[in-house]
């Protein structure tokens, strides 16, 4: 009699043992891949996203190595004055009144830094079709309305979402919640084709 429940709780354990493997696999997410850089060695994806053709993409060359050097230049300054002022948070010895100019100049940082990109979009504007413009700037009237600002968050670094509604982060379509029937018997409203 030992034998049957034996086999039993052996085919138990490993059918739990794969469904626990299927559950897990089900939820991860794929590895995250490097972005491709162009020749100014800003990530191209922005570029792929709007779908520029090669010559587009040679008429704003000037304009991507411009608004590379500068914003390296605003984004370093940023992370200074962000670290001077965890520096003054920390200090014991900061007065009130160094400790607020402290966040003025992190506030003035980073509006120089807004600025640029908003002059950098204002430049690609006439390089671009009706329809990417209206693609482009839609994206970033979005990002503005949800107070998303220059760092996007919530996904992919510069939050381009890839069209499907889903943005760059949690679990690729076919998997988690709303994905293979979201976990609901029989599919549902949320199941992928």
């Known amino acids: 009699m030992k034998t049957p429940r034996t086999i039993l709780l052996a085919a138990l354990a490993l059918a739990c043992a794969a469904g626990s493997y299927w559950v897990t696999y089900a939820w ?108 482009l700037l839609g994206h970033f009237a979005t990002g503005v309305r949800e107070a998303r600002g220059f760092r996007w968050r919530h996904g992919a670094a510069d939050g381009l979402d890839p069209g499907d509604g889903r943005g760059a982060g949690g679990p690729p379509a076919d998997r988690g919640p709303g994905g293979r029937g979201g976990g609901r018997r029989g599919g549902g409203p949320g199941r992928q084709p």
């Open 28 to 135: 991860q997410q794929p590895p995250a891949t490097p972005a491709p850089t162009g020749a100014a060695g800003r990530p191209t994806r922005l570029l792929d996203w709007l779908r520029l053709t090669p010559a587009q993409r040679e008429a704003v060359r000037a304009l991507e190595a411009d608004f590379e050097r500068d914003r390296a230049a605003l984004e370093a300054e940023l992370e200074a004055s962000r670290s001077r002022l965890a520096a003054a948070f920390e200090s014991g010895t900061t007065t009130d009144t160094e400790l607020l100019a402290q966040v003025d100049a992190v506030l003035a940082a980073h509006q120089a830094v807004e600025r640029r990109v908003a002059e950098y979009l204002v430049s690609l504007r006439p390089h671009l079709t009706p329809a990417q413009r209206t693609r």
